[in-house]
């Protein structure tokens, strides 16, 4: 019954932009029936996963393909964890568009974005049901493209097209990894079923060139730094619910290919985890990083998700490491961390995503340093930022602040057990712990940034003193979001019957030989804290607001300035450029200076750029000087049909010419 309102829910949520299609441009209608249509899906897809979770009422179901043999779908508690966020994201960031992209102001594009939201929520529930390798290959490229789609919905924009193109690229290289991967799996195991492989049936450098794959193919949808050059410009350039739905959960497809992967290897070497963990450390930091160095607000909270995924491969890593040195609680906290942060981070960062599209809905830039003071005009969209801030940052009492609990405790338990085999992977491990510790204290600088320049203080900008709070449509999955990180944050016990069936079916020798999640992590003590901080927070407010009602009102001292302007005011960059210039070995900041010429020098402005690490630096340069060497090459191209036709003639000459028995009348002349 689970696996029967999944499929329900993934032919709604396919079929939900037609209506769109058969209405009006100039009318609502269309869009209200889609996000309706995408609504039932998602509570159909919802109530599936939900109880195929909690019930453990997991099924498999075969139908044939006559092209590939029998092909079949299943819901097992991997695949119903992550079908959550996909269908919670499909309805709310459907919900979201109906104020943030209304059909009637958006004639020659919204039909397309609603056909094509529905398409890759169908495509992402396709691919976590697929239990045959060429059905889930059949998911991912639909959300691919589909992805590819959105991204240009501004396609006449050039930002967005380049953003698309390059989107793309990222996409099929990542594809065609995958096409590489399961050929080899085939070869392997003599099948095209996703089943668990026996010990020993795979040599050492089989399972090594899989992992490997895995590791690109997946990593790349994923974001993990180096492989994230996509990730940054279509992440920005996007409407900002199809941002929402790219970080919050597409990013978090290429995690359930890496788990559901490792999940099939039998014992896996030493190495594996030490090298995502490292990824996880780099991913992390460098994230945060290069999100310090942005003036882009969505770019910025693009670089964040690079972070968060390094902060989800630490996890990872850790229950990997765990599995080959025998360590179950390792497992149990690595990849119950792992998996609760893919929720936590799909809930606060589409939250993040959805209030800087209200920020862009109501002054029309994303740009930090021409906003300032919409806490005023914008109270609504000034909490909920705030509220997925300080659950981004890993701050109590919220949902982020548990899951990086789970993945700090889990790391601290290799640095208090003495294991002599783990080599370098238990080393990156063990260092792993600071750098987690940074990543978290330079993500409240970063956010303590954003909310100053952009909430507080005067406007910067006409547009940011216009600025008008979002319509309902728009508040509403705001509000549900920020709920459910306060739900799991204030009750985090809520959650450990969803994670120990995934625990089970990853490592059920982790959970039969080890104490369960519960006696690992302390997490009705933290539920108890976070109540009590709370309550403080509360009794402080209201003290603090009694005694500014009591107390007189008196104006502050000016130092002679009667009336301050938003110029003397610090903006984003110059808040954060201590912490930019102790990075500057990576981030490589461009410094423009003003100008000042003449006796009456014209208006001039200081600006600063950071380049992408891996597009800006590698990939662009590189493709420049591949087009350098070969540009001789385009002798042979100078659009002229005549030429064109004699490269066909000599084409046929030389294929006519290897039909010649050329080997016998060489045999037949010397032998004369």
Not at 207 to 226: E, I, R, S
Not at 395 to 409: A, K, Q
């Amino acid at each position: 019954m689970a696996l029967t309102l999944i499929l329900t829910a993934i032919a709604l949520a396919a079929v939900s932009g037609a209506p769109g299609l058969l209405c009006a441009r100039s009318s609502n209608l269309g869009q209200r029936l889609s996000a309706g249509l995408m609504g039932l899906g998602a509570l159909s897809g919802l109530a599936g996963a939900l109880w195929g979770l909690l019930a453990e009422a997991f099924e498999l179901s075969a139908f044939p393909w006559p092209a590939v043999g029998d092909a079949s779908v299943g819901l097992d508690a991997l695949s119903a964890f992550f079908l959550v966020p996909v269908f919670l994201m499909g309805g709310l960031g459907s919900l979201y568009g109906l104020g943030y992209w209304p059909q009637d102001h958006h004639q020659r594009n919204a039909r397309k974005l609603q056909v094509f939201w529905g398409l890759m929520v169908a495509g992402m529930a396709l691919l976590v049901v697929a239990r045959h390798v060429l059905l889930l290959l059949l998911g991912w490229e639909l959300m691919a493209l589909c992805g590819f789609l959105l991204v240009s919905t501004e396609d006449q924009r050039e930002e967005s097209c380049r953003a698309a193109y390059i989107y793309l690229i990222g996409a099929h290289v990542s594809t065609l990894a995958l096409f590489a991967l399961f050929a080899l799996w085939r070869w392997a195991t003599g099948s095209f079923a996703l089943a668990t492989v026996a010990p020993g049936a795979l040599g050492v450098g089989v399972q090594t060139a899989l992992f490997l794959l895995a590791l690109v193919g997946f990593g790349l949808k994923a974001g993990v730094m180096p492989l994230h050059f996509w990730l940054p410009g279509a992440h920005a350039n996007a409407p900002s619910h199809v941002s929402a739905m790219l970080s919050g959960v597409v990013l978090k497809m290429g995690i359930y290919g890496l788990v559901r992967f490792l999940s099939l290897m039998p014992n896996p070497p030493v190495a594996w985890g030490g090298l995502i963990i490292t990824l996880g450390a780099v991913s992390g930091l460098l994230g945060v990083v290069f999100a310090l160095g942005q003036h882009d607000l969505k770019r910025l909270l693009a670089y964040h998700s690079v972070e968060n995924i390094g902060i989800i491969l630490l996890g990872l890593g850790l229950a990997l490491l765990g599995r080959s040195l025998q360590h179950p609680e390792w497992v149990m906290l690595g990849l119950a961390g792992c998996l609760l942060h893919v929720w936590n981070h799909a809930l606060f960062k589409s939250l993040l995503f959805f209030t800087a599209g209200s920020v862009l809905h109501g002054t029309r830039t994303r740009q930090l340093d021409q906003l300032g003071g919409l806490a005023g005009p914008m109270p609504w969209t000034a909490l909920m930022f705030l509220v997925g801030a300080v659950a981004i940052c890993g701050l109590p009492p919220l949902n982020g602040f548990v899951s990086e609990f789970l993945v700090y405790l889990g790391l601290w338990h290799t640095v208090t057990t003495v294991d002599t085999g783990g080599g370098a992977g238990l080393g990156a491990a063990m260092i792993a712990v600071p750098v987690l510790a940074m990543i978290g204290a330079l993500a409240v600088a970063c956010f303590v940034k954003v909310y100053g320049s952009v909430f507080l203080g005067l406007p910067r900008t006409p547009a940011a003193s216009r600025a008008k709070e979002s319509p309902l449509s728009m508040r509403a999955p705001m509000l549900v979001l920020a709920l459910c990180c306060a739900l799991i944050g204030l009750a985090p016990a809520l959650v450990v019957p969803v994670l120990e069936p995934v625990l089970a079916h990853w490592s059920p020798e982790a959970l039969a030989a080890g104490p369960g999640l519960g006696s690992l992590a302390p997490l009705s003590t933290l539920s108890a804290l976070s109540m009590l901080l709370v309550a403080l927070v509360l009794a402080l407010g209201l003290a603090l607001a009694r005694k500014a009602r009591l107390a007189p009102r008196q104006g502050t001292w000016d130092c002679g300035y009667a009336r301050p302007t938003s110029r003397m005011q610090y903006t984003a960059s110059s808040f954060a450029q201590t912490i930019v210039d102790m990075f500057g070995w990576v981030l490589r900041q461009h410094v423009q200076q003003p100008r000042l010429e003449g006796h009456f020098p014209a208006q001039a402005k200081m600006q600063t750029h950071v380049d992408e690490l891996v597009l800006d630096r590698v990939l662009l340069p590189a493709g420049r000087r591949v087009e350098r060497w070969f540009a001789w090459f385009h002798l042979f191209q100078q659009g002229l049909t005549q030429q064109y036709v004699l490269y066909i003639l000599i084409a046929v000459v030389l294929l006519l010419g290897s039909l010649i028995p050329l080997d016998e009348m060489l045999a037949r002349l010397f032998l004369r």
